[in-house]
């Protein structure tokens, strides 16, 4: 019975990681392609250095081997 319960969190992790991988794409894509404004643009590099950290825990929760 616990392998069940392993390998449904297991599932749930490696979908999870895609999941913040894709908002970490999402949100690199997106400072890219907005336009660029007085206001919003001195804060660019925080949302990148965001999305490149969301987009390393997504990796490393694909990655990762539960046991």
Do not use: N, Q
């Amino acid at each position: 019975m616990s392998e069940e319960i392993g390998t449904g969190l297991t599932i749930a992790e490696k979908l999870s990681g895609l999941i913040v991988i894709l908002i970490g794409v999402t949100t690199i894509y997106f400072t890219y392609t907005s336009p660029p404004s007085g206001y919003v643009e001195p804060f660019a590099g925080i949302f990148l250095v965001a999305g490149l950290a969301l987009i390393a825990v997504g990796v490393i929760l694909v990655l990762a081997r539960a046991e």
